[in-house]
Every structure is written in C-alpha cells, then in structure tokens.
C-alpha cells in the first residue's frame, strides 16, 4: 500500500481513539469548546489529508462537519443535540471507511448524502431525531496490520536493558580475566559480547531516523495542492541526513504537514499574480533542517505573499480576541504571532486546504507539547519564515568531554568554534573593563573563567589552560576557560530534572562509556546567565581579510617518542585498553573492542599494561593507534609540507615554533586495509618543472587518493608537467597555458577537474 | 483512607518518618555522585542508577537542615513526572503496613510543607512525608 496511505490510516484510527473520549462527553455538553475544537481539528486534518490523497468521499463528509462545527464556533449556529448526533454520524463513518480504505487499499462507492443532509435538516427547523443519520453496516474485517506500532517508552526499557548487559558484560570482561578462564569460557564470551554489540547497535538504531522520511512525503503533497489550487511550486529539502529521535519526527510530522499546506495554499501566489508582482511565476518552498547546539531547527521558507501582521490584528479585533487599544501597542512581531491565536486566519476565503485559522494554533500547540517552539517572521510581498525548533532530546549528539577542577562536562560539539591553548602564540588574554577578554589572532571575544562560574571544586580561577571557543544557537560568542579537553564522545542526551533545568545552565543529563553521569552545558544558557550578548566580540575586529584554512587536529606523543598529530574528524574516542585485549597474529597487532577486532597500529614497542589508544574511523572503517599519551586538540593553518615519499606521515606542521608530524589517515587505512598501499594507483611525475610537481601536483593527487612512485616503482600512469617526456604506459601530458595548441592532446595544469578526470582514465584500465 | 498501605520508615535529621511505599521504586546504596554547580542546595548530584541517571536530592537539606553527607549512603528511589529521583535519607529502617490517617500536630513551615498525614507504628505516631514535595525543595514554598 502507499505509505501515504498507511500513514493517513493510521495517524486517523489513532485520533479517532484520541478523541473517543471527547466523543462521548461532547454529547452531553455541546457547549465545551474545548471538546469542540478537538473534533474539529479532528475533522479538518481529515479533510485536509483526503484532498491530497485524492479521497473525494472522506473529503465530502469531513467538509461537511467542518462547516457545521465552523458554524458553530463562530456562534452562527446553535448546537443542537440533533447536530451533535448528525457530526457523530459523520465521524463513525470516517472510521469505518478508513477500515475498509485499509482492507481493500480503495474506498467503496457509496452515498453519505442521507448523513451530509441530516445538517440541512437541523438548520431548517427542530425535527425528531434524524433517523437518516443512522449508518448502513459496513461489512468489513480488519486486516491485521503489517508492521507494529510500538510504544516508545518499550524501546526505552529495551535500551536501558540492554545498557545494564553491557555493563554486566564488562564486569564478566574483569572476572574472567583474573580467575583465567580455559578457551571455552573466553570463546563463549567473545560470542556473548558479539551478540550484545549487535543488539545494542540494533535497538539504537530502532530509535534514531534520518528526518528524510518525513520530508519524502513532501514533495508529492506539494505538487497536488499545486495542481489543486493552480499554483507552481518548486520544492527544496536539505538536511534530510539530520537524526531525530523517532518519537520526535512523529511530533513534527502533522505540524510540518500543516506549515506546508498553509504555505502553498496562502503564501505563494498564483503564477498571474507572481508575475504581477514582477516573481518568478513558479514559488519556491525551501524546507530544511540543521541542528544547532541542543535544537533541531526546521525552517520552512516560501517567497509568496507574506503574512500582513495588520490585517491579522483586525482579523483578532473583528473576532473579539483583543481590543483596538491592546492592538495600537503591539509591535509587528507581536502582531505576528497573532497568527497562531485560535480563531484567527488572513484567509479571505475558506478553501478545501486550510484557512480556518485552525492549522497554525495546532501547529504551535504540538510543538510546544514537546518542548519546542515556533516562530514566524514576515515581510509583506517578500515571504514568510517559519522556524519550528525542537529539542533534541534522546538524540545522539557528538560533544567534547571537559574538566573544570573535578568536574567533568559535555559541551555539544556543534557550539565549539575552536580549542586553544591558553599560553598560545597568538592568544592573548587580557581584560576590558572589569570583564576578561581574549584576543585570539586579533579577534576579541569575552573570556569566561567555566570553573569559577560553575563554582567546580578543584578549579583554581586563573589556572586553566585551554580556552574554548563556544557559540550559542543564538549566536553569542565567547570563550570559556576550563582545565583540560578530556574526549570526544557520542553522547545520548536525556533531559535533567526540572530543578537542574531551571538553572538554565544545563540541556541535559548523559551517561559517558564510563558509567559516571554527565551535565551537557547549555552554551546559550551560559552566556545569557553570564551577561554575554549575541554579537559581542564580531564588531570589535572583523574576521581576516582572507581567511586561512583552518583545521583541528589532535596532538599526540606517539610510542616512537615523536609528536605527531591527527585529524580531529578522524578520531572516535580515546580510550585506555588493557594490553591483555592486544595480540599479534599474521604480522599485524589487533585490538579486541567491544566484540570488535580492530586493526592496531603501533609504531614502537607496546609501553606496559594499559595502552592508551585512539579510535580511528573513516566512516567506514575503525582502527586503532596506539600513542604513548595525548596532549590536546589545536586548530591549525592548513599548510602542511607534505612528505617527499608516500608513508605512514603526509607531512609536517609548525605549531608553536615545534614540527609536528600529521599521520596520513589515507596510508594507515589502506595500509591496514589488508590491501597494504596497493590499492592506490602510482603517479610518476616527470617534467622540467620538478618544483611545481612536487609542490602542487603531488598533494593534489595525494589528495585525490594517488601515490606517488619512487625511482623503482612501476607506475600505473605518467604524468608530465610541461616539456617533453615519454612513458611505456599511459600518459597524462599537461601544459602551462590555459588554451590548448592545435595537434596537442594537453590539459592546463590548473584544470584541476580535467586533470583529475584524465588522470583517472588512464589508470582505469591498468590498476594492479 | 480504610485501607492498609505499605510505608517505607526513614530518618531524617534524627526523627523516624514514613513514605508510601507504593511511590518507592528501589532502595540503592548511593557510593558516588556527580556534583551539580549552582543548583538548588537540595538537589545534590546525579548517580547512574545503572544505565538510568537519576537526580540525587538530600531530604535533610529540603526541610531546611544542615547537610550532613557521607558517602556511600542510603537513597530511595521515586519517579516524579518522569523523572527519576534518589531522595537521600539518614537511615532507611523497615516497611510496615499501616493505616495513613490526617496529621494533627502543630508543624514548621518546612515541615507542613512534605507532611501529607500520619500513621501508627508500635503505638508511636510517626509523620507521613511525600516524596514530591521533598524533590520540590524550599523553592516552591517562596514562590
């Protein structure tokens, strides 16, 4: 069945239950708004979704019964309990038409205009009661149902359970390990906590969906009401990839469904108008999602019409929701936000699609139920913005792990701008008034001492060494000071008590590797309860003429002695194994993790027991490195001296006045890829201008996945920069000027596409 | 209130008080917590109840007392509004059965604001705290 369908069928069986209840009392208080309003919303949503699933009938009925229950609501209309008994008769027959919709995936031919006439009766005078609102029976069976509905509290106690196995397993992992166990035991366990590796991946998985389920079902809604109201749209989703917590996207799915609608139906324009109005004929409908700090923000943008907050206002003041003087004093955004006040709608006429001012006070209702917000933000004849964020709970976020004093926090890896050195070169800390400030490479930005502010025990003010650059999803810069960056770790963020949420300072509750609960700073909690404002620190020195490439990188000693670095993107986690999880076999050292084998890179003797290890992954791939210990995460200039041969080290870097050698992620995977450096077609680079080869071409193939041969080398293909040079296999031949010489098969040798691409085709055919 | 109820008996500050049991979801021993900065003096800390975290509160400190802590200690465990809570006593003693009847006597404002009654144990009245309202702390009571 389509899974627009399926999802119709059951988002309307579970309203149905929903308002089972109100139901039953609206019967015997016709008055009670608010029971009013759910049946209502119950009948608009209805309507809504059959008129872009195309399901005339349901279409027809729920129609019918907003219009009454419209009617009702704007006090035009008594409510009888004639009435009352003719919209129950319609909201049964929703229900049973959506069962046999399930059953036979089509809805049957059939006439509700005995049901839709009981309406027409009780307008024209009091009748008995309606006999005709009395229902055929529909012989159906419901079908079971093909996939299940779980409760998410189940998939909780599920994690949790399987949490606790883990735990227990590492606690056998210490057990077994001292009472030295035959080969059976240690096999049955390796197998246990297999198992449990999978499980756990499993059920975190069940939990976390890519929010590009939700946006699938857009653009077909879109090009339906499109072709329903004659308006062209174009639709744009980005940030499908961002991952939310399943129980979240179920919350967001009716308000984004709603924001949509109104958007297409009252913001975007017709094509004649459009072009009146000197648009393009088609709209555009930009709908996208990106995580800031603890929120996911989805914002929906359309270039239509915009919202006119006046005619809002009068709209309120003609429905007797708000005075003119209360009016005369809002300001435009207050106005604004009229729009999500029931009752309240710009719509000059009702439409099959929305207008009822019904749509955007659920919308709010929803989101604000699951602690989110919305906003909206218009200019007249511009377009309209509207921005639904939600919390993040439950959700996987990545973060940094620090320690102030004794106390260790997470901070959300999205509101680090970058990590310094305290006693950096070009970091200079100083004070402006009785405030503390930071200049880092000449740009100001308030310094905010983190262990004298949280009042951590342990934390000596003025004894930190690293300095973090935070940003809060409101755009407050600054720095906080803390003692030390411990790790970078995947954190399930749960949401703390009230009490520790009214502090303000924390978003939540974690519990890292170790088993030792974790506080997730509020970065723009912080800074609000700290006095730094949103823009402090841009205006006093802009950003560099030209900005440099900057990158992070983790500084390490490695077990040679030798300071080296990696990319910090490529590290996972840092973590101390026992030597006992270490073994050599075929030549190669391997690390046993987590029911893992991972591939170990050493380059010097094993230092005792416990290693310390870092995690490396490619995104596909893990590994590990064993380093004699880490020193810190730097962010650096992009300008490495890249390495005269192909190895283990891609180059060197200058941090403060030391070399430091970057490790080669590229080479380490390949190389322990069992492939060993042979997967990676050889360059040989020939031609007068050795300099440029070495300089320029050679990073540039390093960087698109080449080697680079050595004098014995057979190399999969030649290249030559400038001159003559001849090869027995294939030949790339570049030159100097940007136009190409008649006779001459030749690519300029800043085409970096072309160059690329006839590099790639010459070694299509003769990779070994 | 005919019916017998299950109380968990405690001390608090010296004084030998009851909670319904039926709120109490385990009985832990607490050995180490995290700390929480700038926090309500009564909310003290967060302990991984296994792979849960819960909010560690000092019942002592709720009522007003002086803290007196001394790890590892005695903590019982409630749920409220879908939180998790430890509520940190001085001793958890036993369970009884009894029969939960209004308080009479003449309380300090700290004190009135967690008595929900009281009940007959060994011809003794002892008070009837909630957990609620020692997870609320002070704070409510200003506001």
Redesign the interface.
């Known amino acids: 069945m389509d899974e627009l369908l399926a999802d119709f069928i059951a988002e309307t069986r579970e309203m149905l239950d929903a308002i089972a209840g109100a139901l039953v009392r609206w019967e015997s208080a016709p008055e009670d708004r608010a029971l009013l309003d759910a049946i209502f919303r119950f009948v608009h949503t209805v309507k809504g979704s059959s008129g872009f699933l195309d399901l005339p009938r349901l279409g027809h009925l729920s129609h019918a019964a907003e219009d009454a229950l419209a009617a009702v609501r704007d006090g035009t209309r008594a409510c009888t309990p004639a009435m009352v008994s003719a919209v129950l008769g319609i909201v049964d027959r929703i229900g049973q038409l959506t069962d046999v919709l399930e059953a036979e995936g089509r809805l049957p031919d059939g006439d509700d205009e005995a049901l839709i006439a009981a309406f027409t009766l009780t307008e024209v005078a009091e009748p008995a009661p309606v006999e005709t609102a009395e229902i055929e029976p529909l012989d159906i069976v419901r079908s079971p149902a093909r996939s299940m509905r779980l409760p998410v509290d189940l998939l909780d106690r599920m994690?949790?359970g399987v949490?606790?196995v883990v735990?227990a397993r590492n606690e056998l992992a210490r057990a077994l390990r001292d009472a030295e166990v035959g080969a059976d035991a240690r096999l049955a366990f390796e197998r246990l906590t297999l198992c449990v590796a999978d499980i756990r991946d499993a059920i975190t998985r069940t939990r976390m969906t890519r929010i590009d389920g939700l946006f699938a079902a857009l653009p077909r809604m879109v090009r339906d009401l499109g072709h329903t109201l004659g308006r062209q749209v174009r639709l744009e989703t980005d940030g499908g990839d961002v991952e939310l917590d399943r129980e979240m996207i179920e919350m967001i799915r009716d308000p984004l469904t709603h924001i949509v609608r109104n958007s297409v139906d009252h913001g975007i324009e017709s094509p004649q108008e459009r072009v009146a109005a000197g648009k393009p004929a088609t709209g555009r409908l930009t709908i996208s999602a990106r995580q800031a700090g603890n929120q996911i923000l989805i914002d929906a943008v359309d270039d239509g019409r915009g919202i006119d907050a006046d005619r809002l206002a009068n709209k309120a003041i003609a429905a007797g929701v708000l005075t003119p003087e209360q009016v005369q004093s809002m300001s435009w955004a207050r106005k604004l936000d009229l729009m999500f006040m029931p009752g309240v709608s710009t719509a000059k006429a009702v439409t099959a699609i929305s207008g009822r001012g019904v749509g955007m006070d659920v919308v709010r209702a929803n989101v604000e139920r699951i602690g989110g917000t919305v906003e909206v933000e218009s200019r007249p004849g511009r377009g309209v913005r509207l921005t639904m964020r939600v919390p993040l709970t439950l959700t996987i976020i990545p973060a940094l792990t620090i320690a102030c004093g004794r106390?260790?926090f997470a901070v959300p890896r999205s509101g680090i701008d970058e990590i310094v050195r305290a006693n950096g070169v070009s970091v200079r800390v100083g004070r402006l008034g009785d405030g503390a400030i930071v200049e880092i490479r000449g740009r100001t930005l308030p310094l905010l001492d983190l262990g004298a502010f949280?009042?951590?025990?342990g934390a000596r003010a003025g004894d930190a060494k690293v300095l973090v650059v935070l940003r809060g999803s409101g755009g407050e810069r600054f720095v906080a000071a803390v003692d030390a960056v411990l790790d970078h770790e995947e954190l399930v963020v749960?949401?703390?008590?009230?009490?520790?949420m009214?502090?303000g300072?924390?978003a939540g509750?974690?519990?890292p590797d170790d088993?030792?609960?974790?506080?997730l700073l509020d970065i723009g909690g912080i800074a609000a309860a700290a006095g730094i404002e949103a823009g402090i620190g841009e205006s006093v020195a802009e950003e560099e003429a030209a900005p440099e490439r900057r990158m992070s990188i983790l500084l390490f000693r490695d077990l040679d002695g030798r300071e080296r670095a990696v990319h910090l993107g490529l590290v996972e986690h840092i973590h101390d194994v026992s030597a006992d999880d270490i073994a050599e076999s075929g030549g190669r050292l391997r690390l046993a993790q987590d029911g893992q084998l991972l591939q170990l890179q050493a380059f010097g003797p094993l230092p005792g027991a416990t290693v310390r290890v870092l995690l490396l992954s490619d995104g596909t791939t893990r590994m590990a490195y064993a380093v004699a210990g880490v020193a810190d995460v730097v962010e650096v200039a992009d300008d490495l001296s890249p390495s005269a041969v192909p190895g283990p080290v891609a180059g060197v870097l200058l941090h403060e006045g030391r070399q430091v050698e970057l490790v080669d992620a590229h080479w380490l995977f390949a190389d322990l890829a069992g492939a060993g450096a042979r997967a990676a077609p050889l360059c040989r680079l020939s031609g007068v201008d050795d300099a440029w080869s070495a300089m320029v071409l050679a990073p540039l193939l390093i960087a698109a996945g080449y080697r680079i041969a050595g004098a014995g080398d057979d190399a999969d293909v030649t290249i030559v920069a400038g001159g003559e040079g001849e090869a027995d296999g294939p030949l790339v031949r570049l030159r100097d000027e940007a136009t190409p010489q008649a006779g001459e098969a030749s690519i300029w040798r800043y085409d970096r596409a072309g160059l690329l691409d006839a590099v790639r085709m010459a070694t299509a055919g003769g990779v070994r | 209130m005919n019916d017998e109820a299950l109380f968990l008996l405690v001390t608090i500050a010296g004084r030998t008080v009851a909670t319904p049991a039926a709120e109490v979801r385990a009985v832990i021993e607490i050995e180490e917590i995290t700390p929480i900065p700038r926090v309500a003096p009564h909310v003290v800390g967060l302990y991984a109840l296994r792979s849960r975290v819960v909010t560690v509160v000092d019942a002592r400190v709720s009522l007003g007392e002086a803290a007196e802590r001394r790890f590892p200690a005695p903590g019982v465990v409630v749920r409220i509004e879908g939180h998790g809570y430890a509520l940190l006593f001085d001793e958890v003693i036993d369970v009884v059965t009894a029969r939960a009847a209004p308080s009479v006597a003449v309380l300090g404002a700290d004190w009135a604001r967690v008595v929900t009654g009281r009940i007959t144990v060994e011809e003794q009245p002892v008070l009837v705290v909630s957990p609620a309202a020692l997870v609320a702390g002070r704070e409510r009571l200003a506001a």
């Not at chain 1, 949280?454 to 025990?457: A, G, M, P, R, W």
């Not at chain 1, 088993?515 to 506080?519: A, C, E, F, K």
């Open positions: 994690m949790a949490s606790d735990l106390h260790h949280l009042e951590c025990e749960k949401p703390a008590a009230p009490a520790i009214a502090t300072l924390f509750t974690t519990l088993s030792r609960p974790m506080l």
